[in-house]
T-cell receptor
Framework: DGGITQSPKYLFRKEGQNVTLSCEQN?????MYWYRQDPGQGLRLIYY???????QKGDIAEGYSVSREKKESFPLTVTSAQKNPTAFYLC?????????FGQGTRLTVV | AQSVTQLDSQVPVFEEAPVELRCNYS??????LFWYVQYPNQGLQLLLK??????LVKGINGFEAEFNKSQTSFHLRKPSVHISDTAEYFC??????????????FGKGTLLTVNP
């Protein structure tokens, strides 16, 4: 089945540690996105990429980094510089005016 | 820049009652409009979208929405809800553009709770 796979579903990390969230798609989409979701805040764009080896900051990029070495993969690293990383993270890809979302990764920093 | 306001953070209704979830947007350019649904601990699923043409858009699961340009609104409606419609609903907007990049701006969401 075509789709977007995010892993892991749940992630626990200690404060001060970097952590990388995986996002893989087999939809052959050029554009990919990372959103952060907090209760009552909707979704906010962290980073997006239109093509391989290119990406742009979204509205809340501070404390995050990404790479796009392959069309299928768009991993997100939450660095120790992110002051409040506990959240639900959603990856998406898009084509022809429709965005497709993964099932999300819930990150909890303890 | 675009912005989206969902006027109700929570909407409780009884099963088989009609429901309307309200969404207003702000943009200086032409936009596309979307409604997404999210079940607990899941990703988002597209309910419907307005691109152009008829202002009444029908989506999945019996939902429909009406685009009103003069009021900059895109309210979501369903004539009779089911328990299974309990979820969070997000309105989103993106500017019209070419290519495959559609950065979405989301509202804060409306939690629809359908009670028996």
């Amino acid at each position: 089945d075509g789709g977007i796979t995010q892993s892991p579903k749940y992630l626990f990390r200690k404060e001060g540690q970097n952590v990388t969230l995986s996002c893989e798609q087999n939809l052959n989409h050029d554009a990919m996105y990372w959103y952060r979701q907090d209760p009552g805040q909707g979704l906010r764009l962290i980073y997006y990429s239109q093509i391989v080896n290119d990406f742009q900051k979204g509205d809340i990029a501070e404390g995050y980094s990404v790479s796009r070495e392959k069309k299928e993969s768009f991993p997100l690293t939450v660095t120790s510089a992110q002051k409040n990383p506990t959240a639900f993270y959603l990856c998406a890809s898009s084509v022809n005016t429709e965005a497709f979302f993964g099932q999300g990764t819930r990150l909890t920093v303890v | 820049a675009q912005s989206v306001t969902q006027l109700d953070s929570q909407v409780p209704v009884f099963e088989e009652a009609p429901v309307e979830l309200r969404c207003n947007y702000s943009s200086s350019v032409s936009v596309y409009l979307f409604w997404y649904v999210q079940y607990p601990n899941q990703g988002l699923q597209l309910l419907l979208k307005y691109l152009s043409g008829s202002t009444l858009v029908k989506g999945i699961n019996g939902f429909e929405a009406e685009f009103n340009k003069s009021q900059t609104s895109f309210h979501l409606r369903k004539p009779s809800v089911h328990i299974s419609d309990t979820a969070e609903y997000f309105c989103a907007v993106t500017r019209r553009r070419g290519g495959s990049n559609y950065k979405l701006t989301f509202g804060k969401g409306t939690l629809l709770t359908v009670n028996p």
